[in-house]
């Protein structure tokens, strides 16, 4: 994954609010939010929303804390009943190379 604005804004009072915004923005299924699920559910990851907890870096990376809430969607008991929408939240560690803007994410074990 690339992160190439909030690279490019790294520094400045607007790397906080980029980085959100093209976390927020990535295509479904790229963030692990999968291995945050609690109930043997699905992510609905079409409308997460991320708060940016802390950013350090040194002259290879950029390593932030952020807080992801999702939707995860359960399965219901028997053939009538609805899926259960329930709310999902996780830790990402997301380290980006300061060269390229490539990205990793991690998740943070509670």
């Given amino acids: 994954m690339q992160l190439k604005q909030a690279l490019r804004h790294w520094g400045t009072g607007s790397f906080g609010s980029i980085l959100k915004a093209e976390l927020e923005s990535l295509p479904a299924g790229t963030l692990p939010l999968h291995q945050a699920t609690t109930q043997g559910g699905i992510v609905d990851d079409s409308a997460i929303s991320v708060s940016i907890l802390s950013s350090e870096a040194n002259n290879i990376e950029i390593t932030t804390r952020v807080g992801i809430f999702f939707t995860e ?34 998740i943070i074990p509670d």
């Fill in 73 to 106: 969607i359960v399965a219901g008991c028997n053939c009538n009943d609805p899926p259960l929408e329930t709310n999902g939240y996780c830790l990402l560690e997301v380290v980006i190379d300061r060269t390229c803007g490539e990205a990793h994410v991690a």
